[in-house]
């Protein structure tokens, strides 16, 4: 378009010719721009934090993808290790941005102090009053809990009529963490909260892949896992119902620094909760089979359940 024309005629010859070009390239460079200064493309760094296990990797997909499609700028990052990293890096500013557990969380940041409930509403006050000390900010919790779950067969829960933890009875075979017998939470736990004495049968694991190869072989008739594992739904298993409140509320629970919270303003605020209100243990279970079981990608996985959620 700067090539020079041998006459002042050819010249105005050449740019009439090339007008409708011009006209067409500037409507849609008009286009282009209007969609890069809208509100869709904001420029506002969203730096994710993964912890060393897989379900970390599929939330920060799930809130990253629908952050990604409304113009925040998102990256991740893979810790290779857990809350003692992902703390030094948020002071360092190499994350903004993570998805963390209430009760545990709230016990990492007071030093184990016992001030984790099993009440949610109890809890939140509490993780935000320590969390402000780190300049970070808690958004609203999420419905989906990944906290110790006591697991039986759909065959056993039948046949022994076992709904809710207080149906557990003393000649049950417990399998779960090595700790179990000294973890507040499991054996010392239930024997308070629910009277039942589960010691005398207890047989040790990983509360992982041979605890639940003992319950499926019928070697444990209770297994403790997590919530949100995903052979939970594969082999159709049953978690009894914690009905007199013995485990902490571990709901999955969006943590941003000050800084991101008040760049990304109330977009960013609504969208995270939005996503974080349609979240629940169930669907969250679902999306670690697909990653674990199916061996799914986790961007994919997060694209086709914000499309089935309508973000």
């Not at 629908?66 to 857990?82: C, I, M, P, Q």
């Not at 444990?220 to 485990?247: F, H, R, Y």
Request: a negative charge; charged letters at 25%.
């Amino acid at each position: 378009m700067h090539k020079r024309a041998g006459s002042s005629t050819a010249l105005r010859f050449v740019l009439a010719a090339l007008m409708p070009l011009v006209l067409l390239v500037s409507a849609c460079s008009s286009d282009n721009d209007n969609s890069k200064g809208s509100d869709d493309d904001n420029d506002i760094a969203v730096k994710i934090g993964i912890q060393n296990f897989n379900e970390s990797k599929v939330l920060a997909h799930l809130y990253g993808e629908a952050l990604d499609r409304n113009g925040f700028e998102v990256s991740y990052k893979e810790l290779g290790g857990f809350r003692d990293i992902l703390y030094g890096a948020f002071e360092k500013g190499d994350v903004n941005f993570t998805l963390e557990y209430a009760s545990s969380t709230l016990e990492f940041l007071n030093e184990q102090a016992g001030q984790a409930s099993p009440d949610i509403d109890t809890v939140m006050p509490l993780l935000r009053e320590q969390l402000k000390a780190k300049n970070l900010t808690a958004l609203d919790p999420s419905k989906a809990v990944d906290s110790n779950a006591f697991v039986v067969t759909a065959e056993t829960a039948k046949a022994k009529n076992l709904k809710s933890m207080s149906d557990l009875t003393p000649d049950l075979r417990l399998g779960g963490f090595a700790d179990c017998p000294t973890n507040p939470f499991c054996i010392p736990g239930i024997q308070t909260t629910y009277g039942v004495d589960l010691s005398k049968n207890f047989s040790p694991g990983d509360g992982g892949d041979l605890t639940k190869q003992a319950l499926k072989g019928g070697a444990i008739d209770v297994a403790v896992l997590t919530t949100t594992d995903p052979d939970i739904i594969t082999n159709n298993w049953v978690i009894l119902t914690d009905d007199k409140g013995l485990i902490n509320a571990d709901n999955i629970v969006p943590v941003a620094s000050d800084k991101l919270i008040t760049d990304g303003g109330s977009t960013f605020e609504k969208l995270v909760n939005s996503i974080s209100a349609k979240l629940d243990t169930k669907a969250l279970t679902e999306l670690n089979r697909q990653f674990v079981v199916d061996k799914e990608d986790a961007e994919d996985i997060a694209e086709k359940w914000l499309d089935d959620n309508g973000f």
